[in-house]
């Protein structure tokens, strides 16, 4: 089996602050569409479609990024130790509640026996796997609505005061924790905060971070929730 040594980010840093910035001022006044879109986080609306989707290079691209992510050793592939020690890093911050932390780590062996399968350290899932996987659940209609339960812990998870929403300093603290860089946490917070108050919602922040998954529209500023995207 090949697997993808994929870097989880060839984009400079110049390059990719300069086009955040650039689409930062765009979406710094979202269109009534935009915010009718975020008020509806907790319909259905927008799983509605025709035809199937996952089909762009650009849905690939992000979910590449993601695989990167949970790729810890940067092996190429991701087992189930990847998805617990992250999940241990999210609970170790010590922000989350126990009957959250038991609720986290439950779902977190749910779902990856749901999607990869049995729990050994023979079962490791290549970018290629993860792709074809994720394009099934973003084709089925069952599978999407629950792909993405964990946002809410991994709010939690970040909120150190338990107020409700993150400031720039929390969200820095969610990129930390992802591997990935300050500087690029800053820039995705000033495109995610949507009023520009300093503040991001549970509901913003599980909206944009569960549209990265779903959406092949470039435009959405959603595509910068898991840091810069990888080149292929």
């Known amino acids: 089996v090949s697997v993808c040594k994929c870097a989880p980010s060839a984009v400079s840093s110049t390059k990719y602050n300069f086009l955040l ?19 509806d986080s907790e319909s259905d609306s927008d799983l ?3 035809g199937r989707r996952g089909e762009s290079d650009f849905w690939r691209r992000k979910i590449r990024t993601f695989h990167g992510i ?13 998805f617990k020690i992250l ?22 062996k749910d779902l990856w026996e749901k999607q990869w399968g049995e729990i050994n350290p023979y079962n490791l ?14 084709n089925d209609k069952i599978l999407v609505r629950k792909a993405h339960s964990f946002l809410p812990y991994l709010f939690k998870a970040i909120d150190k ?4 929403a993150i400031s720039v300093e929390e969200f ?14 800053i820039l995705a917070f000033r495109a995610i905060d949507s009023n520009g108050d300093g503040k991001i919602s549970q509901k913003e922040f599980v909206k944009h971070g569960r549209d990265f998954f779903l959406t092949e529209d470039e435009d959405r500023i959603s595509k ?3 840091g810069p995207l990888a080149d292929h």
């Open 224 to 226: 910068y929730f898991w």
């Open 125 to 138: 899932v290549t970018v290629e796997k993860y792709l074809d996987t994720m394009h099934h659940v973003l």
């Open 172 to 185: 820095k603290l969610f990129f930390e924790v992802l591997g990935l860089k300050e500087q690029d946490a």
């Open 21 to 39: 910035t650039r689409d930062y001022s765009k979406h710094a006044k979202h269109t009534h569409a935009e915010r009718k879109y975020m008020s």
């Open 161 to 164: 005061d338990g107020s409700g």
């Open 48 to 50: 509605e479609w025709i």
């Open 87 to 108: 999940a241990e890093r999210f609970i170790n911050l010590g922000h989350l509640q126990q009957e959250d932390i038991q609720k986290f780590q439950d779902l977190v």
């Open 70 to 82: 949970l790729d810890l050793n940067k092996d190429g592939v991701i087992s189930f130790d990847d």
